[in-house]
């Protein structure tokens, strides 16, 4: 029977569990693991819902698990996710017939989040030329890099860097040593590289081809490019110095490096929170305290529209406004010389809850299901949503019953909760009259 979906949005949520299906069933295949068993089901099912939610939490080791052929295979899923699936099927439809028909622009504009209908086909495009080109650009100075600092051979250098260059710009966090990037600690070409490679991917691509516009003339630019990239910039600041001085003399992490490297490894630790997943020190070995600050961090996320998860810094930036409009009696809620719509309003405080509601119902289910503390079982699951990567090292350790839970958890952050609900919904429903209003007595 031919299924027919009634919203944009459930098609997008259908691409994804597609795509995560199929990379499912090839990542079983004995061809992709380098014993040439298969491997089992709960992992195979795991490792590409990660990799096409661009998450980067794994339950066996990619370098030493995977042959090429499964490391191809999380390769194409990290780009099918990060691109976004509907992205790529209407850009394959404008290259094969050259024009759009309306569901499929509807589909494109869910997934994209362009404000204008008519801007679908010229967005899709933009977005899979720059991301094609700036995935690019950081392989190859990843590549020579390996080959001039490390001695890598060129072939080698080539593929380590087109995979980690793809996983970093898709806020994936696949990373092909299992220490991830931490014998690159010291590294500023490595780690600003793929720092500026997540920034960029997370930002979102409306943000960034405004600021290839008009990057000049900040006073144009949008409220959502403003709410971004001051937000970004505040997070990436703060983060950085409460994690550089929350680990300064930690022997096990910052502890044993000089003082620039401190720096170096303190700034990329508060940009992989953004969604990425890539550590250049052990994180299981921080400070409580620096857990904390992650896990905010990675529940806040990156920008709308790009590669990254979480609430989004958007949405974190209406919630700071639409409290400080309350904190000052102010009717109405304004950001700049703009006002925020109700309906902008609703959707962030809905976002927000329910990421928040979902955190706290499966940290409450894993903690019954594992012996391990809740700081580390807050901090994996917190990953999971946000679809980061990032973790203390007990994810391997968690029972079958938990890889499910967060393999639901991360297709929930990647599709978006909202995304989801409305997917659910057979049609929309309007309320076609008002009721009596009544104030209740709030805190």
């Not at 997370?202 to 600021?211: C, H, S, T």
């Not at 630019?221 to 550089?244: H, I, N, P, Y």
């Not at 009717?331 to 959707?347: E, I, K, M, Y």
Request: aromatic residues 8%; hydrophobic residues 55%.
């Amino acid at each position: 029977m031919l299924i027919r979906f009634q919203h944009p949005a459930q098609v997008v949520v259908a691409g994804f569990g597609l795509a995560v299906g199929v990379g499912t069933v090839l990542l079983s295949l004995p061809v992709a693991t380098t014993g040439g068993e298969p491997t089992r089901l709960i992992d195979a099912l795991f490792t590409a819902t990660s990799a096409v939610c661009v998450t980067g939490l794994v339950t066996v080791d990619t370098g030493a698990h995977w042959s090429m052929f499964g490391e191809i295979v999380i390769l194409g899923l990290i780009q099918a996710g990060g691109l976004g699936i509907m992205t790529l099927a209407t850009m394959f439809a404008v290259l094969v017939s050259g024009r759009l028909a309306l569901r499929a622009r509807l589909v494109a504009q869910a997934e994209t989040r362009t404000l204008r209908m008519v801007d679908v086909r010229h967005v899709v495009r933009k977005v899979v030329v720059f991301s094609l080109i700036c995935e690019a650009v950081v392989a190859a100075v990843l590549t020579g890099r390996f080959v001039i600092g490390y001695g890598e051979p060129f072939g080698r250098a080539v593929y380590l860097g087109v995979f980690h260059a793809i996983s970093a710009f898709n806020n994936a966090g696949f990373a092909l040593w299992p220490d991830s990037l931490m014998r690159f600690v010291a590294d500023p070409w490595i780690n600003l590289t793929i720092g500026a490679a997540v920034i960029v991917g997370g930002l979102g691509f409306p943000v960034v081809f405004e600021l290839l516009r008009s990057w000049r003339r900040p006073r144009s630019w949008s409220l959502l490019t403003r709410l971004t990239v001051g937000v970004t910039v505040m997070l990436l600041a703060l983060g950085t110095v409460m994690l550089t001085v929350a680990e300064w003399d930690n022997p096990k992490t910052l502890g044993g490096l000089p003082a620039p490297a401190k720096v170096l490894a303190g700034f990329f630790a508060a940009v992989m929170p953004r969604t990425a997943g890539f550590n250049s020190i052990d994180v299981g070995q921080m400070r409580h305290e620096s857990w904390l600050v992650t896990d905010v961090l990675m529940f806040i996320g990156g920008g709308s529209a790009g590669t990254a998860g979480g609430i989004k810094v958007t949405t974190f930036g209406v919630l700071v406004f639409v409290v400080w409009a309350e904190m000052r009696g102010e009717t109405r809620v304004n950001a700049g010389h703009r006002r925020l719509p109700d309906s902008t309003q609703r959707q962030a405080v809905a976002i927000a809850s329910l990421g928040a509601g979902l955190v706290a119902g499966v940290t409450f289910v894993l903690l019954a299901l594992s012996p391990h503390s809740l700081d580390r079982v807050l901090f994996e699951v917190v990953s999971a949503f946000g679809t980061v990567g990032l973790s203390t090292g007990i994810t391997a350790d968690l029972p079958p019953a938990g890889h499910l839970l967060l393999t639901a958890l991360m297709f929930l952050g990647r599709a978006g909760p909202l995304t989801l609900a409305t997917a659910l919904a057979l049609r929309q429903r309007v309320r076609r009259y008002e009721l009596p209003h009544e104030r209740p007595i709030v805190g």
